[in-house]
């Protein structure tokens, strides 16, 4: 009698060894995660074992938790029939030694219109936290309920912006400008599948005027909409006025990323300089005296219209001395002058992502003479002393013009006892600011020829003892 009871005792220990089970899924072995594409078919294979790895088979029931939250519109479909809201019913787990269970992930959308439940593929949404909660009962009488849990998160590149090949893809410099723009594309080395079907129907919008189709396509019949499966299509701007707008980038016939991205286009030129001026001065100076002394820093300033594109850089050039920037990124630099002469000159040009300006040059003659800067120092003289006089005439004039500078006499016996040479500097600068004339001489009376140069305004700048004094000529051959 003992011996049977003990033989049923172990028989059911047996049995309920047996029916200790456990719930698998395939392709988990890798998580903690189990990555699915959000719009297509995600499939799943269910398998349970026993305490001695056999397989079994029993009930499952099943819930999937976004975000925390559970969804009722989210369901296992077996054999094409979706299996009702995830907090059940109870579905046969069909297991043995050579199968496993097949299911897939269906989403919830509507009925139709004759009321009948419409179901999608995939979970259709981006998450990186979906729960699903297993659990699962062998049909054996003493098997217990055995619950599990699995993570899911999207297996797919998040938004971003359309275009990536270069930072100025969508910089356009001229009426008509064509151009390739590529989207992103997954990293180098990953597959396609992997990134859930990127490689899908891209639609490609430009504001009215432009125009975009393939790489090989006729531009001449496209317009400003153009859709296909390729991540590089050919753009090009109008053919008149450019303004900024924006390009639309969507996908309409798989998981839309990025949806609806929308990408700034801009449009420029390159600025010129439209003035350089000195030392904040808005005049440019035709002349400029400088004392020797290593301190004489001198400041340029171009001043940039405000239309395209504005300079990213300056490059300057200079024959009066050392540029101590010679590229700057604000429109200043600073020369330090040593060269002096006549015909010096400043130059700049500007610089952006759609080229180089032409050189815009401002000439200027430069001394180095002390009794050159009395009048006001670096920079030449604002004026003559208080008692000298400057006389120029005729003006208007037709062939010359006679210069004739009367200085008191005290100025002169004291410049004579400082040894100090009596010199004059008579220079004639056109509109332009190109020095046409120049002359240094020990007189402070000179006639200056006019008969080779054409009619207009000119800047007679004359340099003596008693300071820097700037007159206008007007040249008429009509008087004649």
Known sequence: MKRHLLIAFLALISFDYAHSQTIHMSGYHNGPYLEYCPNTETEMTFFARDIFQNKIHGNLQYFFFVDGVSRNDIAIEFDNDPLGPTYGPFLTLHTDSNKESKFRIRRFIGNNAQGVPQ??????FQSNNIVLEVRFKGNGPFASWKTRTFNFRTRAIPPGKAVVVGTNDLLFCSPGEIKNITLPNFPVGATNAAYCNWHHGWTWELPA??????????????????TTHSETVKVQAPSGLLLPGTLNVRSEDAWPYPVNTQTQINVGSPNVPANLSYN???????????????????????????????????EWQSNAGNVLSSTTTNPTTTIQFNNPGTGRYVRVRAVNACGTSPWLTKYF??????????????????????????????????????????????????????????RYSYTLINNDQRIVHSKITNSPKYKLP?????DGIYILRVVSPAGTKTERILVDKSKR
């Open 280 to 314: 904040f001065l808005v005049d440019f100076p035709a002349s400029i005296c400088y004392d020797n002394s290593g301190n004489n820093l001198a400041t340029f300033i171009a001043e940039t219209p405000f239309f395209g594109s504005l300079p990213t850089s300056y």
């Open 450 to 454: 006019l008969d080779q140069l054409p």
């Open 209 to 226: 005027g432009w125009k975009v189709t393939s790489t090989t396509g006729d531009l001449s019949t496209a317009t400003n909409t153009y």
């Open 365 to 422: 003659d430069l001394t180095y003479d002390p009794w050159g800067c009395s009048g006001g120092g670096l920079g030449g003289g604002i004026g003559f002393g208080i008692d000298t006089d400057l006389n120029v005439y005729p003006n208007p004039a037709i062939d010359q013009v006679q210069i004739e500078i009367d200085e008191p006499e005290s100025l002169i016996k004291e410049l004579e006892s400082k040894q100090i040479e009596m």
């Open 119 to 124: 179901w999608v593929d995939g979970f259709g």
